[in-house]
C-alpha cells in the first residue's frame, strides 16, 4: 500500500465499511486538513486495554476480540487505537443491551435472503453473530495453523484473514464470514466514535482525531466549513470537555 493510500486509510472508517488496516504514514498535507486544532491531544500513548473486566465475553473470545480491533484500528501518529480508546467495553457493555440481544428486533421467521436494502434477515441477534463469528473465525484458524486461534498470528496474518472474512472468502459451517466481519467492523467503529458514557472513545481522543465538537451547544458558524478543522474541543454528552 502506498503512503498516499495509507494517509487516507483512516479516514476512511467513517466514510466506509471496508476493511483497511489504519496504520497512517507520510502525506502530511492531505491529513492536515481533516486534523482538528489541538491533535495532539488526541493521540493517546500506544497502549493496552484497561482494567475493565469483561462480564459478557469469555476468556477465549476476548482475546480474539482484542487482537481483532487492534488490527481494525491500530494506534498511529495521528490518533489513539482502538484498544486504548476502550472499543473493547464499549463491545462487552453493549452485548449486554435489549438492543445486542434481539429484545427490540422482529426475530420471527420467514428467514429469506433478501436483497440488502430489506436489511438483516436472519435468526441471530447481534450479540450472537459476534459470538457464533469468533468460534468460527478461531476453529478455522486452529484447522489451518493446528495449535493456534486468531490471536496467536502475527498481524500480517491477522490482516490477511479480516479481509478474506470482509470478501466472504472464509466458509464457515454455521454464518457467513462476511455477515460477522460487517458486524464486528460497525460495532468496533461505534464503540471507536460514540459518547465516551458507553465505554469507548476514551478521552474523546477519536472526536478530537476528526475535529468533532461533541455536545457543543453552538457552532452553527462551522456547520459549512469544509477547509478548516473546528478550533475548539469537544464536550461529551456529560459535559466534560475535552
Known amino acids: 500500500m502506498s503512503d498516499d493510500n495509507q494517509s487516507r486509510s483512516r479516514r476512511s472508517l467513517i466514510k466506509s465499511m471496508v476493511f483497511i488496516p489504519m496504520g497512517v504514514a507520510g502525506a502530511a ?29 469469555n476468556a477465549n473470545e476476548w482475546r480474539f476480540l ?36 434481539g429484545d427490540i428486533w422482529y426475530m420471527q421467521g420467514p428467514y429469506l435472503k433478501a436483497a440488502p436494502e430489506f436489511g438483516y434477515q436472519g435468526k441471530l441477534a447481534l450479540r450472537d453473530i459476534l459470538r457464533v463469528g469468533i468460534k468460527a473465525f478461531d476453529g478455522y484458524v486452529t ?33 457467513s464470514s462476511k455477515l460477522f466481519f460487517s458486524n464486528l467492523l460497525n460495532e468496533t467503529r461505534n464503540g471507536y466514535f460514540a459518547d465516551p458514557k458507553h465505554g469507548g472513545n476514551k478521552n474523546m481522543g477519536a472526536w478530537k482525531m476528526i475535529g468533532y465538537p461533541g455536545m457543543r451547544a453552538d457552532y452553527l458558524d462551522w456547520v459549512e466549513v469544509r477547509d478548516k478543522p473546528y478550533p475548539i474541543g469537544p464536550v461529551d454528552l456529560a459535559g466534560r470537555r475535552g
Do not use: C
Not at 489541538?38 to 459478557?56: L, M, R, V
Not at 478474506?164 to 454455521?174: T, Y
Open 143 to 175: 484447522s489451518q495453523n493446528p495449535g493456534k486461534v486468531f490471536a496467536d498470528l502475527d498481524k500480517k496474518a491477522q490482516e490477511d484473514l479480516l479481509k478474506a472474512a470482509e470478501k466472504g472468502e472464509l466458509k464457515w459451517e454455521d454464518m
Open 66 to 101: 482484542g487482537a481483532a480491533v487492534d488490527r481494525l484500528i491500530p494506534h498511529d501518529e495521528h490518533g489513539p487505537g482502538g484498544i486504548e480508546s476502550g472499543v473493547l467495553e464499549f463491545l462487552d457493555r453493549h452485548m449486554q443491551t435489549p438492543y445486542a440481544a
Open 29 to 57: 498535507g492531505a491529513v492536515r486538513a481533516l486534523q482538528p486544532a489541538h491533535a495532539a491531544d488526541a493521540i493517546a500513548p500506544e497502549g493496552k486495554p484497561n482494567d475493565y473486566k469483561p462480564s459478557f465475553f
